[in-house]
């Protein structure tokens, strides 16, 4: 009973944000009560909270010798970890997989579910990308119907550069609330991402009908527009139209590279590509086009775009000369 007394005094004591008086009480009740569970974890998450955490990290470890799958120590081991900066990320990881796979005393898929979000987010802030995508692949496995936890899911794969991902994950929002504006506006970005230029601006349009005071949706789907508006490859072009738009993004990529580097300091096949795009723009109204002049013209753009951000120190952002050549070079 006084080892109880002890722990709820020191309940009162941290809900009142007193941590350093309820840290005295829990280790009169622990020292009272050494093999309570209970009271030792109030002792840990106390040290905690007052970021003593070689203190903590010695309970944890004595949680752990006498219960290794202890799901909620593990967790603990793997927060104080991914603070020790990069010595011990691999670590962190380590502990997060324990937590996952460990023993909860309750709810555990949820936890389960609640944990891999915290590796997750975690491996997004270290730049971890494979071992993130393999997380968001269990997840949306896992996850049932939860549009936030889907929603969350979807935005980690475009971060991780997995649109394609991406774009099934919001689709699966979307057949149940079909006007959520967050899930039609990462379809239209995983879209974009895809290359999918044409059902992106659908999406967007859509976006922007749900939500009209998002500013992210109008500017990207502006973005779609100007790249739809340039693309020579785009379905329903007369063969003249896709050739003066091949000859407009050859010189826009070559334009780039001419502002950005200087000519005789660039390596010799950024020059010859330079010289070919020249030679190109001067000679391009004679005769007819031919489908393959046009290839040859958004092939040397790609490469022309390439030099320039491989070459130049401060190139010119042009996002939307960036999205259609990274797509022209998937079809090329």
């Known amino acids: 009973m006084l080892a109880r ?4 005094r020191a309940r009162g004591l941290n809900a009142q944000g007193l941590h350093e008086q309820a840290l ?10 050494r093999k309570n569970r209970d009271y030792r974890m109030a002792f840990t998450l106390t040290l905690i909270q007052l970021e003593r ?16 799958t ?3 120590a593990n967790l603990l081991l793997a927060r104080i970890a991914a603070g020790d900066g990069a010595a011990n990320m691999d670590s962190a990881v380590q502990y997060f997989q324990r937590a ?12 389960r579910i609640d944990t891999r979000f915290e590796l997750a987010h975690f491996l997004a802030s270290e730049d971890r990308i494979e071992e993130l995508r393999a997380e968001l692949i269990i997840l949306a496995s896992d996850i ?20 394609a991902q991406a774009e099934t994950v919001f689709t699966r929002v979307l057949g149940r609330y079909p006007r959520n504006s967050e899930a039609l506006a990462g379809l239209g970005k995983a879209q974009l991402e895809t290359g999918n230029f044409a059902a992106s601006e659908q999406t967007f349009l859509r976006a922007a009908r749900a939500n009209p005071e998002n500013r992210e ?16 490859k785009r379905r329903g072009l007369g063969i003249y139209v896709s050739a003066d738009r091949a000859a407009h993004l050859l010189k826009i990529t070559l334009d780039r590279l001419a502002a950005c580097a200087d000519r005789e300091s660039l390596p010799p096949e950024a020059r010859d590509d330079m010289a070919a795009a020249a030679t190109h723009l001067e000679t391009r109204r004679r005769g007819a086009p031919t489908a393959e002049s046009i290839d040859a013209r958004i092939e040397l753009a790609i490469r022309l775009f390439h030099d320039g951000s491989d070459f130049c120190v401060n190139p010119a952002e042009q996002p939307a000369v960036e999205h259609l050549t990274r797509a022209l070079a998937v079809e090329q």
């Not at 007394?5 to 709820?8: L, S």
């Not at 005295?24 to 009560?33: D, K």
């Not at 049932?144 to 649109?163: I, K």
């Open 5 to 8: 007394g002890e722990f709820e």
């Open 217 to 232: 949706v109008r500017k990207q789907l502006a973005l779609v527009q100007q790249i739809r508006a340039l693309n020579p």
């Open 144 to 163: 049932r119907d939860d549009p936030d936890q889907l929603l969350n899911t979807g935005y980690l794969m475009l971060f991780a550069h997995a649109p």
């Open 70 to 72: 202890n799901a909620p």
């Open 100 to 111: 996952i796979y460990g023993l909860w005393p309750d709810n555990p898929a949820r936890h």
């Open 24 to 33: 005295r009480h829990l280790r009169a009740a622990f020292h009272l009560e």
């Open 53 to 68: 955490y070689g203190e903590a990290r010695i309970q944890l470890d004595e949680i752990l010798r006498d219960d290794p």
